[in-house]
């Protein structure tokens, strides 16, 4: 007889069953983007329509998914609406930046991210982790999204900056909420194409932070060239220096190079931290599946000392993380704007179309997955894994603008939760009640409090 316990469904908006009136759609999209979809959105390989801002297509067919952003995806840039979001932030970043300038900075940031480099990582992001969790050696209640927060920031700084970030993590982590819940909405006007020079109230209550992130990367790359000064030769040979070095006639400009460490400090820790978060909280609700990860850690790390190794072999604790981002993807909206019109088949794609890759839907789409609102890391386990469509599962993106920090994050999540759960068992309380929003990145409402309790071995 079966006694697999019935898998855990995490919380989730339910699909609206009518479609909401232009003024509700648009406060709906300012709190919370995630509830606007409705039924046939996670039905329906595409949709259609007439937007509050122009033409919309939501494409949900992995087909179209892969001609949207590869097999044509020199036809389309980053939407309008999405730049307007992005670029006060992030400027001439390798997300926001279009064009030569995005292939410049890609071209520069290319060496970092090898093989080689990031399993460099690995042993500065076990130790990271591992002066981390003394915290919990009590025990006690802590805010675990709050947490992740600052142990990703914690490992960011040590692997591409060398420990050396302008700043306290602890009021860094503080802002980072902050700017994400001011300049990381959608503002109505934008949503509209108001014309530019109309001032946006989203912007305007970001501008404090904003300047606070700019003077850390200010403060950052003065601290660095004055080592330059003082001692060339003992440099290290990280993504800040290596940045600072493309700079140049032909390579960046000091604004690009600026704007791209804000990028990987604002957002490359950001995406982690969360699918560590939910994570976390989705094994706590399958104690099930947490006794099969945790089993699997043990056994892993009593034979192997190398944490290079332990992404390959820890395919149930992998299954876990990757059925978390399948559940709550970091960037749950891809948004699109073709710059000449087109067919795809019988669909027609106008020129400025908003066209939506939302991993959020596609993760969760009635005709893609089965029981695709429930737990279920069996999904990613080998022999499963390979069934799954390349462009029906999208936690960092397809083509071109991929994730250049896919690899690293993968490492570093399996080493974070490695040490984390081979040493400490983390709980729900009554308390703990999240709620997905999406504020750039998957965001739960009411943070994670958990308790953790000192595993006895």
Not at 29 to 37: D, G, H, I, K, S
Not at 152 to 177: M, N
Request: aromatic share 10%; glycine share 6%.
């Amino acid at each position: 007889m079966d006694t697999q316990p019935a898998p855990f469904i995490p919380p989730a908006p339910k699909p609206r069953t009518t479609p909401p009136s232009t003024l509700e759609m648009i406060r709906i999209v300012y709190r919370n983007p995630l509830e606007l979809w409705g039924e046939q959105t996670y039905n329906e390989p595409w949709i259609s329509a007439k937007g509050a801002g122009g033409p919309l297509v939501i494409a949900n067919d992995p087909g179209l998914i892969r001609h949207v952003l590869v097999d044509n995806a020199k036809n389309y840039k980053m939407a309008t609406v999405r730049q307007k979001i992005l670029r006060p932030i992030l400027r001439d970043g390798l997300l926001t930046a279009e064009g030569e300038v995005w292939k410049r900075s890609r071209k520069a940031m290319a060496p970092v991210f090898t093989p080689r480099h990031i399993f460099g990582f690995a042993q500065p992001m076990l130790k990271r982790t591992r002066e981390f969790v003394t915290r919990y050696e009590d025990g006690g209640t802590s805010d675990i999204a709050h947490d992740m927060t600052l142990l990703t920031y914690d490992i960011l700084a040590e692997t591409l900056f060398s420990g050396e970030i302008a700043g306290e993590p602890g009021s860094f982590a503080s802002q980072i909420d902050r700017l994400f819940e001011t300049m990381g909405r959608v503002d109505p006007l934008d949503l509209l194409r108001a014309p530019d020079w109309l001032p946006r109230l989203t912007r305007i209550r970001g501008r404090k932070t904003m300047a606070y992130f700019r003077k850390i990367v200010t403060d950052t790359v003065k601290m660095r060239e004055e080592k330059f000064r003082r001692d060339p030769d003992g440099v290290p040979q990280d993504f800040l220096t290596l940045l600072l070095k493309a700079e140049g006639p032909d390579g960046l400009t000091r604004s690009e190079v600026e704007d791209n460490i804000i990028t990987f400090i604002g957002a490359g820790h950001e995406t982690t931290a969360r699918a560590l978060g939910w994570t976390l909280y989705c094994l706590a609700e399958s104690p099930w599946e947490r006794d099969r990860v945790e089993q699997e850690i043990d056994a892993v790390l009593a034979r192997e000392p190398d944490p290079t190794k332990w992404l390959d072999a820890m395919p149930f604790t992998r299954a876990a993380f990757d059925e978390a981002l399948r559940l709550y993807p970091p960037a749950p909206s891809i948004n699109r704007e073709p710059i000449v019109p087109e067919m795809w088949g019988d669909l027609y794609i106008p020129k400025h179309a908003a066209v939506l890759v939302m991993p959020w839907v596609v993760h969760r789409h009635r005709k893609l997955w089965d029981r695709p609102d429930a737990f279920l890391p069996e999904r990613f386990h080998p022999g499963n894994r390979e069934k799954i469509d390349r462009f029906q599962y999208l936690p960092f993106g397809a083509g071109p603008r991929v994730c250049i920090g896919a690899s690293f994050a993968m490492q570093e999540a399996i080493i974070a939760l490695a040490i984390m759960l081979s040493r400490f068992r983390f709980d729900t309380t009554s308390e703990t009640k999240p709620w997905p929003v999406q504020k750039l990145t998957t965001q739960p409402q009411g943070g994670l409090p958990m308790r953790v309790t000192p595993r006895a071995l």
